[in-house]
């Protein structure tokens, strides 16, 4: 990918309001049609919360990027990890509450490590900022 679409405030806004509406979506449906086992329901909407959150985290991420060049850099790895997140943790609680099985083991806790990189280089994106950014 090239490295000037990577630190593009627009991609990671448009990716973050995109899974936020998937997170919607998938909401809806964990709530209305996983009903009659609560602890499966519980399981998938734990994964939705975590999903939508960090697709909010991606927004943030996208005005990182905005701020000047090094402020972009950490928010694209910001926004790196919560894509990475999404997908190892909330993805492995869909399958997992859906199928039953656990399509990765270890998954999830990677999943979760990545969001706390994530956030932690959004973080590091303000410490970056200064004046001449």
Known sequence: MNRDVLYSPQLWTVLGTLLAGVAVALGAYGWHDLEGDTAIREIFMLAVQYHMWHALGLI??????????????????????????????????????????????????????????????????????????
């Open 60 to 133: 943030v991420a996208g005005w990182r990027c905005s701020v000047g060049p090094r402020s972009a850099k950490a928010a694209a790895l910001a926004g790196m990890a919560f894509v990475s997140g999404i997908v190892l943790f909330s993805g492995n609680l869909y399958v997992f509450a859906i199928t039953g099985d656990l399509p990765v083991t270890g998954a999830a806790p990677i999943g979760g490590f990545a969001f706390m990189a994530g956030w932690g280089m959004l973080a590091v994106s303000a410490v970056l900022c200064e004046k001449s950014d």
